[in-house]
């Protein structure tokens, strides 16, 4: 089975040595082998020389790990006053993706014709990754070119959005033109973590739709019990017994409080992959 495995990892942990990064590689190494597909991870860790990179520059299937780039230029826009967090915005009946598609938004509204608040669609998209809603969002702001300027403006590298969800669930083979590269994420995420772009008030939200409370198998399924995550995960369709990819990209991770994320159709031996890479970056 083919499979395009990309893991971008960023934790706030302890300190890890110099000495032990040959053994963390080999490690990480080792895990991608048993997943039978391409695996590429990059980490980062403040304040240390932390190296678990393998195929950092890969240009793997960027899937629903895209919607945090998107809520993040949202809510850019939203500060500088184009739109509001509160404003209503209309749900068109062909902003639907049909026949069927994962969307609580257009399982709540078959018929679409409605007015969503905003920040609903900004909860939709980054907590429960509906397909429809960031389509929606990528519609308000003009589509993925705007997204793509800003992540530049931010000085992040190796980000590319062509798509919307529409078109992937449409043509297969188009997810091969999103991509993130892990080293980019990671970059991404340090910037969101270390120095924010946002308000304080608006990274803090962008965090609570991150960190859902229930556990899954994904990333924190190794990690010990009451690590609480936050993060956005992405995962394919699995198409004639391929799974083109499966991916997480935490931005914290601390040994307290509640456990975090959901993600739709993981599959077994991705997700195994996943979470022993973070085990093995946690330890």
């Known amino acids: 089975m083919l499979m395009h495995m990309p893991l971008v990892l960023l934790f706030t942990l302890a300190a890890v040595t110099a000495l032990a990064q040959e053994p963390l590689q080999n490690q990480i190494a080792a895990i991608a082998r048993e997943a039978h597909g391409k695996v590429s991870v990059a980490c980062s860790l403040p304040g240390s020389a932390l ?33 509001s967090l509160d404003q209503p915005v209309r749900f068109l009946p062909q902003d639907r993706i049909l026949p069927h598609v ?44 705007v997204v793509n300027t800003y992540i530049v403006a931010l000085r992040i590298s190796g980000f590319h959005l062509q798509d919307s ?81 499966t991916n997480d990209s935490p931005v914290r991770v601390a040994l307290a409080g509640q456990q975090a994320v959901t993600e739709q159709y993981p599959g077994p031996l991705q997700s195994r992959a996943l979470g022993g890479a973070g085990r093995v970056v946690g330890e």
Request: proline share 8%.
């Open 102 to 145: 994962y969307s609580p938004l257009q399982d709540r509204y078959p018929e679409a014709g409605v007015d969503v608040p905003l920040h609903e669609l900004l909860r939709l998209t980054v907590s429960l990754s509906d397909n429809v809603a960031a389509d929606v969002l990528l519609r308000l702001l003009g589509g993925p070119q």
């Open 165 to 245: 969800e529409a078109v992937l669930h449409h043509e297969v083979l188009a997810q091969y033109r999103n991509w993130f590269e892990p080293a980019g994420a990671v970059q991404l995420l340090r910037r969101i973590s270390d120095n924010s772009p946002l308000t304080s008030e608006h990274t803090a939200l962008l965090f609570a739709w991150m960190t859902p409370a229930l556990r899954t198998k994904r990333l924190e399924g190794n990690l010990p019990a009451g690590t609480r995550v936050a993060h956005k995960s992405g995962t394919s369709d699995v198409d004639h017994g391929v799974a083109r990819a």
């Open 51 to 83: 190296n678990c990179d393998l195929n950092p520059n890969a240009q793997p299937p960027m899937q629903s790990v895209f919607k945090l780039p998107l809520a993040l230029t949202v809510l850019d826009q939203i500060e500088q006053g184009r739109f």
